[in-house]
């Protein structure tokens, strides 16, 4: 997967990106990611990106031309028209089921705005999708793209080493992970589960699921709800047993 960040601060993405998980990913070819600067697309001696809106009001607005011209650029070296994703607190909220519709994809262009935004004419005619990462306002969208960049190539095949941890982590049901433990058995004076030292791989399954619905209804009510109404047949109330009569 190729992911293209249209930004005017491409070294604050490239640092980023080139660290950790995403940093090997790159360096072992499983993905690509290229900061391209907008401000290389400005046709004036000064660079100059930016100019004062029409109608009057604070701050500046990135203009036109340099954005669609560096979008211009970028799609001409991709086989085919990528989809853009735009990063404001306007968009649809990002979340994991956004994050794998994007991991199918080819090639992403992820386009950070600043200033005040971006003049609408050349927003409407390149933007495919409006993603916010939350309800509220960030300095520029070079951080909600890294976000978007991190949570999606960590989908694509091979960028995680253990390539069963995506299917069992947070979200992936829609219910948040389990608690975990690893060495020293106790810490603290608290011991780990025991049902985890049993080695009966059903029990600690089911103890798993057990703990992630509890966790999920305890900290994120609104995606338990969600799962309750999508998993019905693990809600059924079980008949109670009836007691046998003693017979004398
Ligand atoms: N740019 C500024 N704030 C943002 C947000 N919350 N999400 C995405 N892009 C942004």
Redesign the pocket.
């Known amino acids: 997967m190729n992911f293209h960040i249209m930004t005017l601060f491409p070294e604050m993405v490239m640092n980023a990106l080139s660290e950790s998980i995403t940093g090997r990913a790159i360096t072992n070819g499983l993905i690509s990611a290229e900061a391209v600067n907008i401000r290389d697309y400005a046709n004036n001696k000064h660079k100059k990106v930016d100019d004062y809106t029409y109608g009057g009001g604070a701050g500046m607005l990135m203009q036109a031309d340099p954005v669609y011209l560096c979008y211009e650029d970028i799609k001409r070296k991709t086989a085919c028209t990528p989809r853009v994703v735009y990063?404001?607190?306007q968009?649809n909220i990002f979340d994991q089921r956004m994050a794998e519709e994007f991991s199918r994809e080819e090639d992403l262009i992820l386009l950070c705005?600043h200033y005040e935004g971006i003049d609408e004419r050349v927003l409407e005619e390149i933007v495919t999708d409006y993603?916010?990462?939350?309800d509220?306002?960030?300095t520029?969208?070079e951080l909600?793209a890294m976000i978007v960049v991190d949570a999606v190539s960590r989908l694509c095949p091979g960028v995680l080493s253990n390539s069963d941890s995506p299917e069992t982590e947070s979200f992936s049901d829609g219910l948040l992970e389990y608690p975990q433990y690893s060495r020293p058995e106790v810490w603290h004076g608290k011991r780990v589960p025991e049902v985890l030292l049993s080695g009966d791989h059903a029990k600690v399954d089911a103890w798993r699921h057990d703990m992630s619905l509890l966790r999920t209804m305890e900290r994120r009510f609104d995606l338990y709800k969600k799962y309750v109404q999508s998993h019905p047949e693990e809600f059924v109330p079980k008949k109670p047993r009836r007691k046998k009569k003693k017979t004398d």
């Open positions: 990063l404001t607190p968009g705005g993603v916010s990462i939350g509220y306002i960030l520029g969208g909600a």
